[in-house]
C-alpha cells in the first residue's frame, strides 16, 4: 500500500493559481494522479503522471491551466493550478495507479485524505 498525504489547498480568488503537493510513502508506484470531488457531484479525474517517464495525460478541462510534476528524490507530486474558476470548487485528491495508463476511479488503488480548494467568484 502506497500512503498518500495532500496539502496546498485554501480559498483563492478567479483568476488565481494554488499549488497541491502529495507526498508518498511505503510501496513502490508507477506514477500519481488526482482526482477531485464538488459537492453533490461524482469524483472525477483531473490529472496524471508516470513516475519514470514524466509523461502526463490531463482531463479536456484543466488542459492549459494545470501542470502535474513530480520530485522524485522527494517523492512528491505537484499540482500547480492556474487560472482557476469557482467551477475548479472541490476536494482534490492524490491517488497512486495500478497501472502506467487509465483515468478511471478503478485504476487507482491507494488514495489520500483529500485537500479542500475553493475558489470565489
Known amino acids: 500500500q502506497v500512503q498518500l498525504v495532500e496539502s496546498g489547498g485554501g480559498l483563492v480568488q478567479a483568476g488565481g493559481s494554488l499549488r497541491l503537493s502529495c507526498a508518498a510513502s511505503g510501496r513502490t508506484f508507477v506514477g500519481l494522479g488526482w482526482f477531485r470531488q464538488a459537492p453533490g457531484k461524482e469524483r472525477e479525474f483531473v490529472a496524471r503522471?508516470?513516475?519514470?517517464?514524466?509523461?502526463?495525460y490531463y482531463a479536456d478541462s484543466v488542459k492549459g491551466r494545470f501542470t502535474i510534476s513530480r520530485d522524485s528524490a522527494k517523492n512528491t507530486a505537484f499540482l500547480q493550478m492556474n487560472s482557476l474558476k469557482p467551477e475548479d470548487t472541490a476536494v482534490y485528491y492524490c491517488?497512486?495507479?495500478?497501472?502506467?495508463?487509465?483515468?478511471?476511479?478503478?485504476?487507482?488503488?491507494?488514495w489520500g485524505r483529500g485537500t479542500q480548494v475553493t475558489v470565489s467568484s
Open positions: 503522471i508516470n513516475w519514470s517517464t514524466g509523461s502526463t
Open positions: 491517488a497512486a495507479p495500478r497501472t502506467v495508463i487509465g483515468s478511471r476511479e478503478f485504476d487507482f488503488y491507494s
